[in-house]
């Protein structure tokens, strides 16, 4: 097996065999799981001017580069940053671009921790926070200042899936001069390449799809050219490296993740078309139906669709939601999403300032799973009646 070039190769192919080279470990298909602080020198001379491949743990490893230099074939970055969960993958970019008296633009449908972050963290540190609408394409423009440092993005938006046209938002934004950053875990690179978008930074949490078992927690931080600099000394100068077992599971999730994805996306589809027609449903919010408002954006930018979505209730509040809840068998209660089971959650949207929607009743998040499609629809369908006798 050679590890040749697999730029040209389609995506499962690429999966199978980007990342470490078998023939630089006796020829094992895996990569060696490092466990390092230490690392040894041939001598002083050496030592002084560090100049060899490895010098410390926190730096990487065999293992870690295995992962990165896969993730970067997948995002076409010029760099790749492990980090300790995806929440980390957020803050760290966003401590690498901005410094007291900096201004951030930060989409208000974006992943909560994120906000609670820029809300304490940034604000603390001198940072003027700023959310935007996420259907604010190239208008953006009007909201940047010459303070305006980064530009945080994230499509679909968390919980309500609000697609953004991030070629536009980039290209207002780099036009002042502002650090483009994406969360893109929705997609995964395989579904959205936001490099070749304009975004100059894609953040994943790979917990979810990469990982893809609900085991493990872990960030990636990808950055083009100009960025790469900043993001890595940052990431050294923070110490906020990434464990090399959690590092080993990923790698191995990517292996499967195409064809997992191909199940999530096929079920969800099917869940959110029969969802559409079911009693008691008032919407869903689902980027590859056509009934979305994200739709056509989602189509011209996307290749597919992950397994996560909402379903709006019509009408009722905790009550029927908690009845739905708690009528499923097959879904678990759970956060986090990306794993090979269902789970739901009742959606909050307390924090949104601009993006706060009109929902008809209660926002329900549901995670689909590689179960049986028909088992899948059952269930929410207890949940339906449970809700609905719920008054
Ligand atoms: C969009 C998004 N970004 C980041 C994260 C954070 O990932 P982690 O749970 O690994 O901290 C999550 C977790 O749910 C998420 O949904």
């Known amino acids: 097996m050679s590890k040749g070039d697999y730029s040209d190769k389609g995506i499962n192919t690429k999966l199978a065999h980007i990342g470490n080279d078998p023939r630089e470990f006796y020829g094992f298909v895996n ?11 041939p001598d002083a001379a050496t030592m002084a001017a560090r100049s060899q491949k490895y010098t410390y743990g926190t730096r990487g490893t065999p293992t870690t580069d295995a992962l990165t230099s896969a993730i970067d074939a997948l995002e076409g970055s010029a760099g790749t940053i492990l980090v300790p969960s995806g929440l980390a993958a957020v803050t760290i970019p966003l401590l690498a671009f901005l410094s007291a008296g900096d201004h951030v633009l930060i989409v208000d449908s974006v992943y909560h921790p994120t906000r609670n972050f820029a809300d304490t963290m940034l604000r603390r540190l001198g940072v003027e926070v700023e ?26 938006g968390s919980n309500t899936f609000e697609m953004q046209d991030i070629p536009a938002v980039a290209k207002a934004a780099k036009a002042r001069g502002a650090v483009v950053m994406m969360d893109n875990t929705w997609a995964t690179p395989l579904y959205f390449r936001p490099l070749e978008h304009g975004v100059d930074i894609s953040i994943h949490a790979a917990t979810k799809y990469p990982a893809g078992h609900s085991d493990v927690l872990l960030g ?41 994805l191909e199940r999530h996306e096929q079920n969800a589809l099917e869940v959110a078309r029969w969802l559409e027609g079911q009693q008691g449903v008032a919407r869903v919010l689902h980027p590859g139906l056509e009934s979305h408002p994200g739709h056509a954006l989602w189509k011209r930018d996307f290749s597919g669709a992950s397994g996560i979505f909402s379903v709006v209730l019509s009408g009722g509040g905790q009550r029927q939601a ?39 009743g209660p926002v329900i998040r549901l995670q689909i799973g590689l179960e049986n499609a028909a088992d899948i629809k059952a269930d929410i369908a207890r949940g339906l009646a449970a809700a609905a006798a719920a008054g």
């Open 220 to 260: 990636t931080v990808s950055a083009n050219e100009a960025c790469w600099k900043q993001l890595q000394d940052t990431h050294i100068a923070m110490g906020c490296c990434a464990a090399p077992d959690d590092v080993y599971q990923v790698l191995r999730g990517l292996r499967t993740m195409g064809v997992r």
């Open 322 to 360: 908690h009845a739905f809840l708690d009528a499923l068998e097959v879904f678990g209660l759970g956060y986090s999403w990306g794993g090979y089971e269902s789970l739901a959650v009742h959606v909050w949207l307390g924090d949104r300032t601009v993006a706060k929607g009109d929902y008809e």
């Open 131 to 156: 959310y935007y609408d996420p259907a604010i394409g190239a208008s953006i423009d009007r909201l940047m200042t010459p303070a305006t440092k980064v530009v945080f993005t994230e499509s679909p």
């Open 31 to 41: 990569p060696p799981v490092v466990h390092a602080s230490t690392v040894l020198f």
